[in-house]
Structures are given as structure tokens and as C-alpha cells.
């Protein structure tokens, strides 16, 4: 009877399950049947993944239990370590489980040594924990330009820990996507400021970061328009490098809840992060994030990515041991540069029947890897001009290829796989052709400088010279994303119309071009002059803020009248009148006086010709009033040049004032025969004072004996009335 049972429990069918030591076998368990010659018509063999991957053998139980403890009683040992057969040309990391067991007891057939290589890559998002975001084995980093770098990213944008979050949103439904989670993050006082805010098209809102890690968030509506959107992602980066912001996180702008089609926003985003990274130099910003919440939505913005920047300088994401210190401490010099990379050594496993195969397909192998390896030493000269952002990017790039760098007096030496080595080689002499650009374009600037200016009108309404890169750029007309004045303030560019745009604050300015004579700098509120062109009067038109300038400050004691205002732009008078400026300047270094004021002179109309042609001349002294000295009186307000006796009223009864500038030094008061001011020291006689006045305390008037120190700068005309107004002036009984 027992017989009878174990002879029907043997011919019973049964299903047991065999463990396989690593979980990519799973995949491929026919390759590795065939290379041990296992073959066995009457069991079925079928992976499994759950509980653990395993081999799930169904059949007769007799059958099941001859090919687990008869035939090959070893493969089911716990020692057996069996390489993954999935072609591929990138080796098993060393953290992986790598010891090999000979298979024993195996049938030897005709199959005598088979080599395959493992795969890290995966095209599921795996991920391993690094701060509040994760980092994935698909992240990957971009280098934009030397010192900025790209990172598409998959997570969650309100775990980002950068200097400003952008958010997208319509400013009117704050309920979807990322914009209600972002708002969620930050709090009720932010959502608050969104709510109320009019922004208008194309405008960035900038509020703080509320409960969010963040210096600023930056609200921004792309209205389904890709044009609009790579705008405003310029902008964005910008004024992230405006506000001195290091690092900026983007989520997918107008995609998800905004409807538009993904591929078209990656496309604009990252055409506007290359715009505003070749546009400028970015000094503040190093580190642009696109995360990306939706996994479709990220492999559509990687693969766009890899399109628009070089994968030659494609920088893979950071271990996780790497993460713990992501700043490395870098210098200029390249002679110590840091050696001390962690080595990210590549196992591979060797699969065989014989130890002499195995050790053969080593030595094979070895000489393989060796024949495609390369060493070259860069001299110190090669690479004494690196930046040390050019440094960055060499050991990014020594880390990314697997190489080994060594300093020694100056030299550097790299070594590794030939590919490596050659692109470390394009990368410097890339760099050095760079710096070599860079050095012309420096030197054409300063060049330049002294030759043009180029002015914007400033919020004060005085013009104020661009600095020299600005001012290099809008010379050749090189106006992509812009340009930077002295206060790091972004502008858009219309040299048709001569105006700059703010790129924040939308604000319009007027700029204008002056160039320089060999021999004189032309002031910044001059107009530009003609070749040639020695006298030039300009009009001011009443609605510039430099006629409002000149007008209030003479209305302050004149307000009567209505007045025409010219500036007198005299290229021979302004050079002699700097010349003294210098002089007196240099002279009282030392005496913490002011050298220059602005004072009036009133004047005839036949003597404002000359005036303007050959400057206050003292031959016209003493026409009006010697009382104080025989030289050119000034006075402090303009109601008292403006006395019919100073500005002597024309047939239309118009009276001229000047407005001068007037090098009025160390003064001391005046005498009627004073023909020079007086010494300042009786016993340095040439040693004077540099004008004299009415009275010490508060003079009212000044007077200088140097024609070269006043300088007519504007000439204000109080209109007279034509006849007809003044006949009907008398018949009211007006005048």
C-alpha cells in the first residue's frame, strides 16, 4: 500500500520554485539554460518576480525532482553567482554583489567561455533619497556654458531648495497643478499676494518664499504662447542673475493643467535658458533646474535637452556618496588641482566551465581595455590660463569619463579610456581658444571705451554712461537678451527708436550714442557732434528732464515769464574750461573745497554771440559794475542777472541769462582795482586766491579773472510779447 502511495505522489504534478542570486536573470534564463547545456523536454521552466525572483519548474514531481537534486544538484547551492548576459557595454558598479563560484558537476559541451556585461540603465525612474528631492538614475546635468549648469530633474518642485521657484499660473484659478502646490507650500500670505496681483502679459510677480526654503517665488503666465514662454525663461534666469540668485527651479510652464503640448514647452524652455546663458555672462547664476513632476513629461524635456546642449558635456547624475559634498573646494591654479576623485571602479564577471578559460578571457579582456587607453601630459603652460570655472569643468569632465588626473610642478597628466582623454583635450584647447577670445573682446572694450559712449537715461534725468561690455555690444549691434548697466539692471534693446526696456520692471529709457574726439571726451549730456563740428546749439525740448532741471532752479527767483532754454555745446571753450578745472582741482587737493558752482550771468544780446563763440571774455568788464574787481561777475541768483541793467531787454523786450559753470576755488572778497585776486600767502605772491566775492558770509555775486574759468553751459531767453500784445497790454492799462 505504501508503495502504491509514493508511486502516486512521485507521478503527481507539482510546481516548486528555485531562487536566482540576482534579479536581472529573470530576463534572461534562457541564455543562461543554453550556456550550461541544461535542457530537460519534460519540466516547464518560467520566471517569476514575486515573492523574490525565482524559477517556478512545474511537471511530474519525479521529473521536477530530477533536475533539482540529480542532474545539477549545484545550481540551486546559495553560492552560485551567475553574470547578467544582457549585452551592453557598461560594466557592474563595485557596489554590486561580484564573487563567482565555479559551477560544478555541469556536462561540458561545446560552449567553452561566454562574457557578458551588466547595465546600470534602466528606463525605470529608480531613485534614491538626497535631501528633500530625489535623485534619480535618469537626472541628468547639462553644462550650458562653462560655470552654469542644467539639471533636468524628476520631482516634486516644492521639495527644491533653491534660491527662487518659479511657479506658472493664470493668476486666476490657483486651484490645479503646480500652482496649487506651490501655493499650498508657501502659505495663505503668499496666495494672498497672488490672488490680488494685476500682472501684466509677459511680467514676472515676485513674491517671498513664504513656508518654502526659497528667497524669492517668481509668478509667471505663459498664455499657451512658446514665444512668450522662452521670454520669459530668459527673463526668469536674468533676474535670478540681477537679484544675485545662484540657483533657479522651473517646473514644465503652460504644460499639465495648462494644456499645452509638452514637447513644444521643453522646446521654448530650454531655447530661453541657452538665450539668457549666451546672451550675458551669468556671474551669479550656476544651477538651472527643470523638475519635472510627470515621468512622461520628463523623458520628453531629457531627450529635448540632449538635443539643444552637447552631450559631450553631459555630466551624469552624483552618486549618492557624492551628494554628501557637492561643492568641491576648487582654485584657479591648475598645479593643484584635487586628485582626489572617488574612483567609481567597474567590475566584470566572468562566466565559464574552465579556470584557464576564465583566466585567458582576463588577460584577453585586460589587453583590450589597455589598447583603448590613453595618457597625455598638458604642459603648465597649456593650462596656466584656465578660469576656475574652466577648472569645474575639467574635473566634472575627469569624473564623468572615469579618469585619473595627476599635478605635478604645474603639469597635469590624464589617463584613461582614449575617448576620455581626447574630449579632456578638445575641452582645453577649447578653453584656451575661448580665453584667447575673451582676452581680444576685453581689450577691444577698453579700446572702445575711450573712442564712443553709449548713455541711458537715468531714473534722476541724467544720462549715465553703460559699462564697457554694454557699451561694446550695442556698438556692433550684438543686442540678444540685452544688455547690463552699472546697477546689474537687465534692458531690452530698439536702436531704431533709441530705448531700452526694462527686462523686470518694463520701464523705457531713453539711450544715445556719443563719439569722442581724439583729443576731448564729449560730456554725457551733450548731443553727439558731427565730424568737424566745433559750436552746436540744442534746443531743449520743455517735457526732457533736463529742461525741468534747468527750469526749476531759475524759476526758484525768476518765476515770471515764459523762457526758451539752449544748451551750448562749445568743443574749444569746454576744453580750456577743463584744462582749468584741473589746474584749480590739483591746486586745493588738499583744502576739501568745492572748486565749481553753477551761477548766472546776465547779459546784451549783441555780447550772447560772442559769448557763445569765444567764452566770458574780460574786455566786456566794467560795462555794468567794477565795484569788486575788474574781472567777470557771476551771480548766485538768477533774479539778479536778470535786472534790466545786467540782461539788457531787446526791441521785443526778451532778456538772455547764462547759465555758467564757474570755477569759483578759494575765494576771498574783492576790491574796486583788483585786476588779479589777491595772494593767498604774502610770501608766496604766486600762490592766489582763485576768485573774489561781495561778501564772505553768503556772497551774493563772484567774480574770476581766467577766461578759461567759466564755461556758458545754457542760455535761458525770457520771451518778450509781439506789438500787438503789448499795444493791448497799454489799453488795459497792464503795463
Known sequence: MDADVNKTEVNKPTQESLNLPFPELVDCLDEVLDLIGLEHKKVTLKTSTTPNPCVLLSGLRCHVDEVLIKEHPGVNSPDVRISNPVPSLTPRPSDERSCLTPIENIAANETNLQIKFGTLEDQQLTSTKV???????????????????????????????????????????????????????????????????????GSIFKTKGGSLPCKAILHVCGLKDAGLIESLVCDLILHCEASGYRSIAIPAICAGQGGMNAGVV???????????????????????????????????????????????????????????NPQRSVTAKPSIISTSFDTRKSVFLFLGLWCKNVSDAKMKLKQLYEDQCLTHTFKAEEVGSLSEEDIVCLQQLVDKEGLKIQSVQGNITVSGLKDGVKNVMQMIKESQLSNLRRQVIVREEENLLSRVAWCILGSSGNWERLPKTANHRLEHNNLVGGIMDEQR?????????????????????????????????????????????????????????????????????????????????????????????????????????????VLYHGTTQDNCDAIMKTGFNRRFAGQNATQFGE??????????????????????????????????????????????????????????????????????????????????DYLITILGIKDWECSLRMLLGLT
Not at 521657484?165 to 486651484?175: A, C, D, M, P, R
Not at 529709457?509 to 551733450?526: A, G, Q, S, V
Open 131 to 201: 535631501g528633500k528631492n530625489p535623485v534619480t538614475n535618469n537626472d541628468i546635468t547639462l553644462m550650458v556654458v562653462p560655470g552654469v549648469r542644467l539639471h533636468v530633474v524628476f520631482g516634486d518642485i516644492t521639495h527644491e531648495t533653491t534660491d527662487a521657484i518659479v511657479n506658472s499660473t493664470n493668476f486666476k484659478h490657483l486651484e490645479y497643478g503646480v500652482c496649487k502646490a506651490i501655493l499650498t507650500a508657501a502659505g495663505p500670505v503668499v496666495t494672498a499676494q497672488v490672488k490680488a496681483a494685476k500682472v501684466n502679459r
Open 266 to 324: 521643453a522646446q521654448a524652455i530650454l531655447q530661453g535658458v541657452k538665450t539668457a546663458a549666451s546672451s550675458t555672462p551669468l556671474r551669479c547664476v550656476t544651477d538651472i533646474r527643470l523638475v519635472l513632476f510627470d515621468k512622461t513629461f520628463f523623458l520628453l524635456f531629457k531627450e529635448e535637452a540632449l538635443k539643444v546642449f552637447s552631450i559631450d558635456v553631459v555630466d551624469k547624475v552624483s552618486l549618492p556618496h557624492e551628494q554628501q
Open 489 to 597: 539692471n537687465q534692458w531690452t534693446v530698439d536702436l531704431q527708436r533709441m530705448e531700452a526696456t526694462g527686462q523686470v520692471t518694463r520701464e523705457i529709457r531713453k539711450i544715445k550714442r556719443l563719439e569722442n574726439l581724439p583729443d576731448f571726451t564729449l560730456p554725457l549730456y551733450w548731443d553727439n557732434m558731427a565730424a568737424g563740428e566745433d559750436m552746436k546749439v540744442v534746443t531743449l525740448q520743455e517735457s526732457s528732464p533736463e529742461y525741468r532741471s534747468v527750469e526749476q532752479a531759475f524759476r526758484r527767483t525768476v518765476p515770471e515769464g515764459r523762457i526758451k532754454i539752449e544748451r551750448l555745446q562749445n568743443v574749444h571753450l569746454r576744453r580750456a574750461y577743463e584744462a582749468q578745472k584741473k589746474h584749480i582741482s590739483d591746486k586745493n587737493a588738499n583744502m576739501g573745497t568745492e572748486v565749481e558752482k
Open 631 to 712: 574781472g567777470t561777475y557771476f551771480a548766485v541768483k538768477a533774479s539778479y542777472s536778470a535786472q534790466h541793467l545786467y540782461a539788457t531787454p531787446t526791441a521785443d523786450r526778451s532778456r538772455r541769462i547764462f547759465v555758467a559753470q564757474v570755477l569759483t576755488g578759494i575765494y576771498t572778497p574783492g576790491k574796486r582795482d583788483m585786476k588779479v585776486p589777491p595772494p593767498r600767502d604774502i610770501f608766496l605772491p604766486h600762490d592766489r586766491f582763485d576768485s573774489v566775492v561781495d561778501k564772505m558770509n553768503n556772497p551774493s555775486l563772484h567774480v574770476v579773472f581766467h577766461d578759461n574759468q567759466a564755461y556758458p
